[in-house]
Every structure is written in structure tokens, then in C-alpha cells.
């Protein structure tokens, strides 16, 4: 199965602010991969597919990029309703893998 | 507005199975793929298997293989998940998630969950 290592596990930035989530892959997965993004008590939500196409209605402050095992997510200019937990998810080779997550807070 | 309505929240004792449902709306059923994916404080999200309605035709995760079966019914919209023989290692939120029409692997529609909690 390939292996993805999503970093930093916690993350915390002030409104304004630009962040960055990373996820490595244990394998080149061309750009297979999505971001999902996860409100507390809520269902993740698609962000970004094949690695950098951004999901219809989601705000252009998300941007994701990366080729071969190194992919990353920015936000830019973070808003307060961007508190959530984001995943990065695989689908070059099955199993589909998802990384364990990042938890992003307000300071 | 695209809409999965998944079934409640389950208690259920070990060694006995569950089947749950997802109930597909505002799309047609037949033209995606729907996911399963696990998710459980120790394991992260892990994704189950897939089925395509139109032809009944299934992919398993190899850790589920014997643990979940997918299903699905064209003509109530809804498809189905049952787990066997059940464990604690079985306690986790469960969610269905359709097939994005730009690409089969990604999942742009997720039910709300539903909760299996495993205990005598």
C-alpha cells in the first residue's frame, strides 16, 4: 500500500495569515491525490484534485501543487471558518490512502 | 442540490453484523461510483471499497475483504454496507461518498456518517 506522511499533525496561524499542509507520498503517485477539508462534526469536504485543480465553489485562497511524492496545500489569507482538520488522499494505486490529517487552529 | 442520507448511529454486540444505507438524491444514481470510507480515532480515514450502481461492480480495500459488503439498489437510490463478525476494532464513523464526475477516485459528495459503536 502506498504510504502517505501528511505534516505538520497541528498547525497554528493567525487570521491573514498564508499556510501550508505537506503530504508525502511513499511512491510517485502522478499527481493522484485530493485535499479534503473537515469542520468538527461535519463530513470532509473535497478541496483539490489531481494534485492542484481546485473543487467547483471552493474560495481561490486554497491552492494545492506538488509532483511525484511531495505535494502541499496553501491557504492564503486565512479566515476563522477555515478551523478544520484536512486530509490528503491517494488514488494513483489502490488502496486508496489517506494521511492521518492536520489539524489547523486560530491563534 | 446533491443529497446522501445515510442511516443511524448503531450499538451492536460483538460477533453480530450490521447493514447500513445511504440514500442518494439529486443526482442520478446510476451515472457514479459510491465510496465507503472508515474513519476511527486510531486509524485516520481508510477507504473501504466502491461500487458502480450501473453494473453492480465492486473494489475492496484487501483489509475489508470479508469484513464489508458493498451493495446497491437502482430503484430506491440507496446503497448499502454490511459489516460482519464485528470488534471493538470495528467501532468507527462510517461514510458513503459519491464519485466525482471529473474523476472516479475522488469523492465529492459525503454523507453525514453514521456511527457504529461496538460493545456487549
Known amino acids: 500500500d502506498i504510504q502517505m506522511t501528511q505534516s505538520p499533525a497541528s498547525l497554528s496561524a493567525s487570521l491573514g495569515e498564508t499556510v501550508t499542509i505537506e503530504c508525502r507520498a511513499s511512491?510517485?503517485?502522478?499527481?493522484?491525490l485530493a485535499w479534503y477539508q473537515q469542520k468538527p462534526g461535519k463530513s470532509p469536504q473535497l478541496l483539490i484534485y489531481?494534485?492542484?485543480s481546485l473543487h467547483t465553489g471552493v474560495p481561490s485562497r486554497f491552492s494545492g501543487s506538488g509532483s511525484g511524492t511531495q505535494y502541499s496545500l496553501k491557504i492564503n489569507s486565512l479566515q476563522s471558518e477555515d478551523v478544520a482538520s484536512y486530509f490528503c488522499?491517494?488514488?494513483?494505486?489502490?488502496?486508496?490512502?489517506f494521511g492521518s490529517g492536520t489539524k489547523l487552529e486560530i491563534k | 442540490e446533491v443529497k446522501l442520507q445515510q442511516s443511524g448511529d448503531e450499538l451492536v454486540r460483538p460477533g453480530a453484523s450490521v447493514k447500513m444505507s445511504c440514500k442518494a438524491s439529486?443526482?442520478?444514481?446510476?451515472?457514479?461510483?459510491m465510496h465507503w470510507v472508515k474513519q476511527s480515532p486510531g486509524q485516520g480515514l481508510e477507504w473501504i471499497g466502491t461500487?458502480?450502481?450501473?453494473?453492480?461492480?465492486?473494489s475492496y480495500n484487501q483489509k475489508f475483504k470479508g469484513k464489508a459488503t458493498l451493495t446497491a439498489d437502482k430503484s430506491s437510490n440507496t446503497a448499502y454496507m454490511e459489516l460482519s463478525r464485528l470488534t471493538s476494532e470495528d467501532s468507527a464513523v462510517y461514510y458513503c461518498?459519491?464519485?466525482?464526475?471529473?474523476?472516479?477516485?475522488?469523492?465529492?459528495?459525503w454523507g453525514q456518517g453514521a456511527s457504529v459503536t461496538v460493545s456487549s
Open positions: 488522499q491517494q488514488y494513483y494505486n489502490y488502496p486508496f490512502t
Open positions: 511512491e510517485d503517485i502522478y499527481n493522484g
Open positions: 439529486g443526482y442520478t444514481f446510476t451515472d457514479y461510483a
Open positions: 461518498a459519491r464519485s466525482s464526475g471529473l474523476n472516479p477516485y475522488v469523492m465529492d459528495a
Open positions: 461500487i458502480i450502481p450501473l453494473i453492480d461492480t465492486t
Open positions: 489531481n494534485a492542484n
